[in-house]
């Protein structure tokens, strides 16, 4: 992403009290719900499970799926789409530590071998030097790389 649009996009999500992670997702799911017709955005995120002291210092992969629900009905403008996004991923985020097999057997989903169960889309946050900064605040400085979305439907695609 344009380092001017990461910046424009960091100060949007300053303003909502939201991360660069955040709105960018946001606009992520706004583009999936009017491709898609659907309003209940269901996004996959990895996150790292290396939340307590005593896994810090571990070898191993610790790697979690989240999945964030945006509920985009109404025809909200951005802004409320981030407030919404925002307030539904700090109540998922303390969750996280759930694993995502273990919410799929909870669930229940009706299967089907061809997709991941309770989401579609991934989507995958990297910042421009590389380093996973979905909470850091840096205004944008250098843009951001969009590393990568994967769909169910579709091959991975990066810019």
Not at 63 to 89: H, I, K, M, Q, Y
Not at 125 to 139: F, H, I, K, P
């Amino acid at each position: 992403m344009p380092a001017e649009v990461a910046a424009r996009l960091s100060r949007l999500a300053r303003e909502r009290g939201a991360t660069p992670f955040m709105a960018t997702l946001a606009a992520f799911k706004v583009l999936l719900s009017r491709y898609t017709g659907s309003t209940d955005i269901a996004v996959g995120t990895p996150v790292s499970g290396r939340d307590r002291a005593e896994a810090q210092q571990m070898l191993g992969l610790f790697l979690n799926t989240l999945v964030l629900r945006t509920d985009l009905s109404g025809d909200p403008g951005f802004g409320e789409v981030l407030t919404r996004l925002r307030e539904g991923a700090l109540d998922d985020y303390g969750h996280q530590e759930v694993p995502f097999e273990r919410l799929v057997n909870a669930l229940a989903p009706e299967r089907d071998p061809s997709r991941t169960p309770l989401f579609s889309a991934m989507f995958l946050w990297e910042g421009a030097d590389g380093q996973d900064s979905r909470e850091t605040d840096d205004g944008g400085a250098g843009g951001w790389r969009w590393s990568g979305s994967r769909s169910a439907r579709g091959p991975p695609s990066s810019t």
